[in-house]
């Protein structure tokens, strides 16, 4: 059975900083892999998704990266805002979607 | 356009009641998800429908739980005999396929809660 693990699980970190939220995957037979973004008491809004063939994607100030047979992928923020502080989830798509329990981001002023 | 909405946002019952969560997907989008969410923890899928129909429901936990999708759009997820153990967020997706190149796009959910 599919496993994601997100390290770590909680992160505070000074305004303008770049950080790394980490996620790695027990099974690499995924079809893709998708960031999403969750703040308290909302939905999901997803950030990036990364196909298997892909190994990268970007979007503004975020970057995700893949590597699917080290069962590995990164989020890379730079020049982190306080507007950035959420819970930042990742999740792999093989027969369903699995997700890790989330990196809850702060981002201090 | 109007993006996946959930009602009620929050439901408090009583152990034993019987609930009904709904979902309004995106127009146009043929996939339905459900998941719950628990405190702390990422969401776990529940039962996914293509058109009107269950095409997976292996993370639905007992036979407590029950969704249905009768015309290919507003979908029910129904909790029978409810425990405090179902106390959670319930959030439903919908994506345009099922196909793994299309997002799923994510409503507010549902908070219930057990006494």
């Known amino acids: 059975k599919q496993e994601v693990t997100q390290i770590p699980a909680a992160l505070s970190v000074p305004e303008g900083e770049n950080l790394v939220l980490n996620c790695s995957f027990t099974?690499?037979?995924?079809?893709?892999l998708q960031w999403f973004r969750q703040d308290p008491g909302k939905g999901l809004t997803s950030l990036l998704l990364i196909q298997s063939s892909q190994r990268e994607q970007t979007s503004g100030r975020l970057n995700a990266s893949l590597d699917k047979s080290s069962g590995r992928s990164t989020l890379y923020i730079a020049a982190s805002q306080p507007g950035d502080s959420a819970t930042y989830l990742c999740?792999?798509?093989?027969?369903?979607?699995?997700f890790g329990a989330g990196t809850r981001l702060t981002v201090k002023p | 356009g109007a993006g996946v909405s959930q009602t009620p946002s929050n439901k408090v019952t009583e152990k034993g009641k019987y609930v009904e969560l709904r979902c309004d997907p995106i127009s146009g989008h043929t996939a339905l998800y459900w998941y719950r969410q628990s405190l702390g923890q990422g969401p776990e899928f529940l039962i996914y429908f293509q058109g009107t129909g269950a095409a997976d429901d292996s993370g639905l936990p007992n036979d407590r739980f029950f969704a249905v999708r009768p015309e290919g759009s507003v979908s029910t997820l129904k909790i029978q005999r409810t425990e405090r153990g179902d106390s959670a967020v319930y959030l439903c997706?919908?994506?345009?396929?099922?196909?793994?190149?299309?997002?799923?796009?994510f409503g507010p959910g549902t908070r219930l809660t057990v006494l």
């Open positions: 999740a792999v798509r093989d027969n369903d979607m699995r």
């Open positions: 997706a919908s994506s345009l396929s099922p196909l793994s190149t299309d997002t799923q796009y």
């Open positions: 099974d690499s037979a995924i079809y893709n």
